[in-house]
Antibody, heavy 120, light 110 residues
Framework: EVQLLESGGGLVQPGGSLRLSCAAS????????MNWVRQAPGKGLEWVSV????????YYADSVKGRFTISRDSSKNTLHLQMNSLRAEDTAVYYC?????????????WGQGILVTVSS | QSVLTQTPSASGTPGQRVTISCSGS????????VNWYQQLPGTAPKVLIY???QRPSGVPDRFSGSKSGTSASLAISGLQSDDEADYYC???????????FGGGTKLTVL
């Protein structure tokens, strides 16, 4: 059974940093692209970033480019999202999501999500 | 404003058939496969349809997907009260080098 468990969320002040992690199990982590998707309170889904299976390729939404960095640790089956220069509009539930073998492949599993609140 | 356009809301009575549409462009739906997600209140999204028209195991055959040109559709037949949820389409966009989501359709079962 595929399981994705996010951690690292919480309250942070504007301009601050936070690092999200996602522990993956139930599938061969190294074979699949991984994504972060977020959802602001009462809003729709917004894709944030994707990393290829071998970590060679990464892409970001324009709204986070230059501030967020996605990475993966194949030895620990863990996905990370380093978030710097946080803004109020980054407040959202962040979902870790498993993709397919290619970066362009669709998301097929989602974590339960973790809340990030950016506020003073 | 989303790259993919979905009608914000839809409704139907139990037993009815409802269709939710998703309109895109040549760089996304016109080129790549569409997935559809169901998000029940207070829960994480769940995949309903992948690769335009494929259902994962466990998803009832009341749910079906189709794609034509730069548009995709999700059809729900035999509507049930449990189907009341938000539905999202998603696809990779070759021009933006990004995954794009529709704005979501809130389905109400009357």
């Amino acid at each position: 059974e595929v399981q994705l468990l996010e951690s690292g969320g919480g309250l942070v002040q504007p301009g601050g940093s936070l690092r999200l992690s996602c522990a993956a199990s139930g599938f061969t982590f190294n074979n699949y692209a991984m994504n972060w998707v977020r959802q602001a309170p009462g809003k729709g889904l917004e894709w944030v970033s994707v990393i290829s299976s071998n970590a060679a390729g990464t892409y970001y939404a324009d709204s986070v480019k230059g501030r967020f960095t996605i990475s993966r640790d194949s030895s620990k089956n863990t996905l990370h999202l380093q978030m710097n220069s946080l803004r109020a509009e980054d407040t959202a539930v962040y979902y870790c999501a498993k993709g397919g073998e290619l970066i362009r492949s669709g998301i097929d599993y989602w974590g339960q999500g973790i809340l990030v609140t950016v506020s003073s | 404003q989303s790259v993919l356009t979905q009608t914000p809301s839809a409704s139907g009575t139990p037993g009815q058939r409802v269709t939710i549409s998703c309109s895109g462009s040549n760089s996304n739906i016109g080129t790549n496969s569409v997935n559809w997600y169901q998000q029940l209140p207070g829960t994480a999204p769940k995949v309903l349809i992948y690769n335009n028209n494929q259902r994962p195991s466990g998803v009832p055959d009341r749910f079906s997907g189709s794609k034509s040109g730069t548009s995709a559709s999700l059809a729900i037949s035999g509507l049930q009260s449990d189907d009341e949820a938000d539905y999202y389409c998603a696809v990779w966009d070759d021009s933006l080098h990004a995954r794009v989501f529709g704005g979501g359709t809130k389905l109400t079962v009357l």
